[in-house]
Nanobody, 125 residues
């Protein structure tokens, strides 16, 4: 069972940057993803990436502003968020999929994810 711990959230002014971290323990996930949930809205996918290659699927709303990187030794995925806007305000969650549900895919389909971190708040104002 994978345990996920996010960190790096905080408050930033519009146009600023933040880097979120997601550390996985207990297993080496083949895919890690970031989702976010803004106040009063449903959770939405941000990025899903194969950890072996960092081939990723991005949400159109962030793909030109956010990037990912990883520390394989630490099983940690980083989400670098640039040019942040008030619309990016949300709780950001790290997640890993259930292989038997996802069939090995790494997609932004929330129902395929069974392991979730506790979330980290990002506020842009």
């Amino acid at each position: 069972h994978v345990q996920l711990v996010e960190s790096g959230g905080g408050s930033v002014q519009p146009g600023g940057s933040l880097t979120l971290s997601c550390a996985a323990s207990g297993d080496s996930p083949y895919c890690m993803a970031w989702f976010r949930q803004a106040p009063g809205k449903e959770r939405e996918g941000v990025v899903a990436a194969y950890t072996s290659s960092l081939n990723a699927i991005w949400s159109d709303s962030v793909k030109d502003r956010f990037t990912i990187s990883e520390d394989k030794a630490k099983h940690t995925l980083y989400l670098k968020m640039n040019s942040l806007q008030p619309a990016d305000t949300a709780i950001y969650y790290c997640a890993t999929p259930n292989f038997w549900v996802s069939h090995g895919h790494c997609r932004l389909i929330e129902s395929e994810y069974s392991n979730w971190g506790q979330g980290t708040q990002v506020t842009v104002s």
